[in-house]
């Protein structure tokens, strides 16, 4: 970038700075740096014969977190990256932004190596790393994540063949006489600080109570659809009353010490789904949606980490 450009650029960005860049606080948040040894394997030009330079890992982590907070497809992605002066100023004024099929190759390539996980991995390191400990218990909870079921029968199998309008690995279910299709959000969020320290994907129709994210030592606090079940850690799950077996008053004053512990953990659901318009995906597999979900909880956690005012 010339030195003329870079100027004008800045100068642009003094004026949108005095409006409290978000974005910017955010950045300095995480050491973006250290996800790079995570995602350069993936590139097929690592070897002794070279190919061609592939773009910065930490521009290509920064684009997908930009499109999971502001619920971005694609093409939108890469026409605001070039033309909004906080994305070019998260992004380090790149030369050029990547273009959309860039963005989806890369996704697709966390998808497919399961590099995603370290990803995660990486961001809870450096949350244990700023002393945000896990110490009181975490709170376990599920979510729809709707997708879209296409035009074919309900009862017509899915699997390899499905098309593009058709989800291959999401499921139908019902929940209050309502009919769902799409997938789950399992996560865990400690109660100290509000974090999302663990998730996981799975299809519609996976009850809750078959994914425990709990950890031994570790008191985890859980709804009464996770009644019967006992976690890897000290159980700390509301009870169901049952015909003929109705809760005794010590059961609901339980319940009621548990359900006030555990509400916090509906939080990191609200923002997901009405603030960055994660709800509902367009990816047709489970790895795929969840590299979605990993990139919309790391966004959770840090909006979570400016509000402790941690850095």
């Not at 079940?229 to 799950?237: I, K, L, Q, S």
């Amino acid at each position: 970038m010339t030195s003329f450009k870079a100027y004008i650029l800045r100068e642009a960005y003094k004026k949108h700075w005095k409006h409290n860049d978000k974005l910017a606080q955010a950045e300095a948040l995480i050491d973006w740096n250290a996800f790079t040894p995570i995602i350069q394997p993936m590139y097929t030009n690592q070897g002794p014969c070279g190919g061609r330079p592939n773009t910065d890992p930490v521009v290509m982590m920064k684009l997908l977190v930009l499109q999971a907070w502001y619920g971005l497809s694609d093409p939108e992605l890469e026409r605001q990256a070039g033309n909004r002066i906080d994305f070019m100023h998260f992004l380090g004024f790149p030369e050029k932004a990547p273009d959309y099929s860039t963005v989806w190759r890369f996704r697709e390539r966390l998808a497919e190596t399961g590099r995603d996980r370290l990803v995660w991995d990486e961001m809870q390191r450096q949350l244990d790393e700023k002393g945000l400990k896990v110490r009181k218990g975490v709170a376990q909870d599920a979510t729809f994540i709707t997708a879209d079921p296409g035009h074919a029968p309900v009862d017509k199998p899915r699997g390899g063949d499905a098309k593009t309008r058709r989800s291959r690995d999401g499921a139908w279910t019902k929940k209050g006489g309502r009919s769902v299709f799409g997938y789950k959000l399992h996560m865990k969020m400690d109660l100290d600080h509000g974090l999302i320290r663990c998730l996981e994907a799975s299809a519609a129709n996976v009850h809750d109570s078959r994914v425990d994210l709990s950890m031994p030592g570790m008191v985890v606090y859980r709804d009464k659809g996770y009644q019967g079940v006992v976690p890897r850690g000290y159980d700390a799950t509301m009870k169901r009353a049952s015909r003929g077996h109705p809760l005794s008053i010590w059961d609901r004053l339980r319940n009621r010490r548990i359900g006030r512990k555990r509400c916090p953990g509906e939080r990191p659901f609200a923002v997901i789904k009405r603030v960055f318009g994660g709800g509902h995906v367009l990816v047709t597999s489970l790895p795929r949606v969840r590299v979605k979900l990993v990139f919309a909880c790391l966004c959770f956690n840090i909006v979570q980490l400016g509000r402790l005012g941690v850095g």
